[in-house]
Nanobody, 123 residues
């Protein structure tokens, strides 16, 4: 069993930065994929980015490359999502997930999910 707890969301103005954290506890392995997804109101959950604990594999949603960065701190069992130059359309609930992650952009590929953290970007 794996528990995931996100933090770091909030209300910011357009152009600002935020860093989300996802603390993992329980049993994970080096090849476990850690993903970030987001969900806009009334829409399906969409892929943002994913990596493995050893960061040998990193994937991004094409439209977010260059603004969002995923990283891990193995000592803290934490995965981060650094979000820069935020836009109003980035407003969503952000979730971290863990699992086999194949394919990485499919929510069904992940077994464990955090509770989500709200990010709101005002114009």
């Amino acid at each position: 069993q794996v528990q995931l707890v996100e933090s770091g969301g909030g209300l910011v103005q357009a152009g600002a930065s935020l860093r989300l954290s996802c603390a993992a506890s329980g049993r994970t392995f080096g090849d476990t994929v850690l993903g970030w997804f987001r969900q806009h109101p009334g829409t399906e959950r969409e892929f943002v980015t994913a990596t493995t604990w050893n960061s040998e594999e990193i994937y991004y949603r094409n439209s977010l490359k260059g603004r969002f960065t995923i990283s891990t701190d193995n000592a803290k069992n934490t995965v981060y999502l650094q979000m820069n130059s935020l836009k109003p359309e980035d407003t969503a609930v952000y979730y971290c997930a863990a699992g086999p992650g194949r394919p990485v952009d499919n929510p069904g590929s992940y077994d464990y999910w955090g509770q989500g953290t709200q990010v709101t970007v005002s114009s």
